[in-house]
């Protein structure tokens, strides 16, 4: 009984030590080391966890636009991506991602994910022979001229008013106008959509491009459509109508 227990506990004994000697001294192998969340700077983890919800696996679209679309990101640059990621646009779906204004990542972090988006994504030479409109709008906007501009570039999906068709979505929708800012409708005026078949700022209309001022009108005039209270299904004075037609107090 006793020369059994002798073995046994040898067995035992040995199997810790082989346990132990895997790796040296002890000690546990770096690579087993779990990774603070605020040091991991691998594009695709960042990218997958904060960004592809909204923005599509891949980069290829979703609630939000394509990153990986060469056009869009041959017209907005680096520094601006990343003051968006770090920022956020306030009044807007896009969340604050930087810690210093409320988010989650460390400034590296912000900067894998800018930098990342363009090595990946981007096509240099993508525009080289057109003459692309400024990313930001540098002069004031007409909304009287931009309900013409639309008629011409963008009545024919989005219907008349702005209010959808078979071929293209509400734009004039007052939620839609409430969760995307100026600076939102200009780039997919310009970059448009590629994943839902929405052309660039070159193929509204054949053989002509909307210009810079075109673009910067429409906007103006997509903007003046915004209302205070978005969401609602009634005006005031219809909604008190409405009450009255139901006999409700």
Not at 166 to 184: E, H, M, R, W, Y
Not at 206 to 224: F, Y
Request: aromatic share 6%.
């Amino acid at each position: 009984m006793k020369r059994f227990q002798y073995v046994w506990a040898s067995a035992v004994l040995t199997l810790l030590l082989s346990g132990c000697s895997s790796s040296p001294h002890g000690q546990p192998q770096k690579d087993s080391e779990a990774i603070a969340p605020s040091q991991v700077l691998d594009f695709t983890t960042l990218y997958a966890e904060n960004c592809a919800g909204c923005h599509g696996a891949q980069g290829r679209g979703g609630p939000a636009i394509a990153m990986a679309d060469p056009v869009y990101l041959a017209i907005v640059d680096e520094p601006s991506m990343r003051k968006v990621i770090a920022n956020g646009t306030r009044g807007t779906s896009m969340p604050a991602f930087a810690q210093s204004a409320g988010g989650m990542l460390t400034d590296k972090q912000v900067d894998a994910i800018a930098s990342g988006i363009f090595s990946r994504w981007a096509r240099k030479g993508i525009l080289d022979g057109s003459n692309p409109p400024s990313y930001v709008a540098r002069t004031m906007g007409n909304p009287a001229n931009g309900e013409i501009v639309y008629g011409t570039y963008c009545a024919s999906c989005h219907g008349t008013g702005g209010q959808g068709s078979p071929k293209g979505s509400a734009i004039t929708n007052d939620s839609f106008l409430a969760l995307v800012s100026d600076q939102g409708l200009r780039t997919i005026v310009i970059a448009g959509r590629p994943e839902l078949g929405a052309p660039d700022w070159r193929g509204n209309v054949p053989g002509k491009s909307m210009t810079d001022q075109e673009i910067t009108d429409v906007i103006s005039w997509l903007a003046s459509r915004r209302v205070q209270n978005p969401g609602q299904p009634y005006s005031a004075s219809n909604y008190e109508q409405h009450l009255e037609s139901r006999h409700v107090d």
